[in-house]
């Protein structure tokens, strides 16, 4: 037995094809019930959520209903670092493979797809074949590896097209002779997808701005550059568009969208928020980082003492300056919140070894607690970002 866990825009039809193979499948998601129940007895646990922090959260629900010899095949993009750590959070009786996919709703349906598959494969090889053309690329996580690095190639380069029609448009060039002459060029097959951006979504923008996330490094400049396009246009009201609406979004305001000065920003390579707030916001280029608290994807307090919690705080900051191309040189302000203020060396101990040099403007205030028991410390930013 299969059970398929997600039935959004991709799960429908890649669930649907296994069982018109013959297949025995259950279907989960989140409306259906405790997910540890819906993978009871399954030989081959399929995942196709919408990023890590979701996958997270369902594998770790999941993992008492899991038995020995059960294959998890995690088929979302969610990056090789999210991978380990599923490789970490998973009983080791249980086999795990990453196996994410290139193309979107219409070759999931026609099992047209292409697997990029990581890790053992020989338990599962002819279940991924009914998606569409297997390639085995390694060890575990080198597809999801693999799919981060073709959609760096990918997504900013139809970021790339929407910025040429947006400066055709402005110089009076006609948009459809500058599809024609791209057609003939390397770049043709992208430019025919932006000559009229798709009124049905096949791939979002918010997901291909997720998908560069996950693949920032320090020296992917280009990327970084296009994910603030993406970022912009989901900040217009179309995250959940097809991606190539940022062509409609680059070439002038789109009808009836609301522009927001302000960008939320939410990172899945740190523990997802509770919904009721973001990681941060840019403004410009300036970013206010929400008050970070030692918890895990889990919403489990991490660490006891506050070297524990200040050190997991700051590492934390540090992924999220880094996503937005910044660093601790650049923290202009910074609010701490303890819970006793005897603790206050400790944590200036852990504190100066980010924050190095002349320290920024700073507040430090005692408070009886904080939103989880068990916190020593919040604290909180604002950041000048690089001009872009």
């Known amino acids: 037995m299969i059970t398929f866990l997600g039935q959004g825009r991709m799960g429908v039809p890649m669930a649907r094809r296994l069982v018109d193979a013959g297949h025995k ?6 409306a259906d019930g405790p997910v540890a ?23 770790t629900a999941a993992r008492q209903g899991l038995r020995p010899g059960t294959t998890v095949v995690e088929m979302s993009t969610i990056g090789p ?17 990453d196996a994410p996919v290139l193309g979107s709703v219409v070759p999931a349906a026609g099992g047209t797809l292409t697997v990029l598959a990581g890790g053992d494969v020989s338990g599962c090889r002819e279940v991924l074949s009914v998606f569409g053309q297997v390639r085995e690329l390694g060890p575990l996580g080198a597809g999801a590896a693999m799919k981060i690095a073709v959609m760096s190639a990918l997504v900013p380069a139809q970021v790339l097209l929407a910025e040429t029609f947006a400066y055709g448009k402005a110089h009076g060039v006609d948009h459809d002779a500058l599809a024609d002459v791209l057609g003939g060029t390397p770049l043709g097959a992208l430019a025919e997808r932006l000559r009229t951006p798709a009124a049905q979504t096949r791939y979002s923008l918010g997901h291909a701005a997720k998908d560069l996330a996950l693949g920032a490094w320090q ?18 009201g179309l995250g959940g568009h097809d991606l190539t609406a940022i062509a409609t979004h680059l070439a002038g305001p789109v009808s009836g969208a609301a522009v927001h000065r302000a960008v939320p920003l939410n990172l899945p390579t740190i523990p997802a928020t509770n919904g009721a707030y973001s990681h941060a916001s840019r403004v410009g280029d300036m970013l206010y980082i ?35 191309g910044a660093t601790f040189e650049d923290v202009a302000f910074i609010r701490t919140y303890l819970t006793d203020m005897d603790d206050r060396l400790a944590y200036g101990a852990v504190r100066r070894r980010y ?11 005692e408070v009886s607690r904080l939103f989880m028991p068990g ?14």
Do not use: K, Y
Request: aromatic content about 2%.
């Open 219 to 236: 020296d992917a400049t280009l990327a970084t550059a296009a994910r603030a396009r993406l970022q912009e246009a989901e900040a217009a």
């Open 290 to 324: 929400s008050g970070q608290a030692a918890f895990d994807e889990r919403g489990q307090v991490v660490g006891e003492t506050m070297e524990e919690q200040a050190e997991h705080v700051f590492q934390v900051i540090a992924r999220i300056l880094e996503d937005q």
């Open 355 to 365: 924050l190095t040099g002349t320290p920024p403007a700073s507040t430090t205030v």
């Open 81 to 97: 670092q999210a991978v380990r750590e599923l490789r970490a959070l998973l009983p080791p009786s249980v086999n795990l493979v």
């Open 37 to 59: 129940a819906a993978v009871e007895g399954a030989e081959l646990v399929i995942t196709m959520l919408s990023d890590p922090a979701a996958v997270r959260e369902v594998l």
């Open 375 to 388: 916190l020593r410390l919040e604290v909180d930013l604002i950041v000048a970002l690089p001009h872009r």
């Open 25 to 30: 499948v259950t279907t989960w998601r989140r």
